[in-house]
Nanobody, 128 residues
């Protein structure tokens, strides 16, 4: 099993930056073998994909509402996937979750319901 854990959320002012981390401590499977996606869910809204990455940094996909502001990357030596978020807006406020599965990045970011492994999420609050 992959037991994913997110960290790095918090309160940040509009225009600020945060970097989220996703890893799988104590898991019996290797996160390096899976595509990983970051998703978010705001209160009263449906969960949506944000950015997804294949098993290497050469394959990434971004939803248009974060492209140019967010960067997803992974450090396989550290078994960690990061989401660097810049120029944050109040509408980015949400619980951010990472998920992993054997899949390709574009469908992963659009059709998340079938993904097998999820973390519990970390709250990002963009507010002045």
């Amino acid at each position: 099993q992959l037991q994913l854990v997110e960290s790095g959320g918090g309160l940040v002012q509009p225009g600020g930056s945060l970097t989220l981390s996703c890893n799988a401590p104590g898991s019996t499977l290797d996160l390096d073998d899976y595509a990983v996606g970051w998703f978010r869910q705001a209160p009263g809204k449906e969960r949506e994909g944000v950015a997804c990455i294949g098993t290497t940094n050469s394959i990434t996909y971004y939803r248009d509402f974060v492209e140019g502001r967010f960067t997803i990357y992974r450090d396989n030596a550290e078994d960690t996937v990061y989401l660097q978020m810049n120029s944050l807006k109040p509408e980015d406020t949400a619980v951010y979750l990472c998920a992993a599965d054997v899949t390709t990045v574009r469908p992963m970011c659009h059709v998340w319901q079938y993904l097998r492994f999820w973390g519990q999420g970390t709250l990002v609050n963009v507010s002045s």
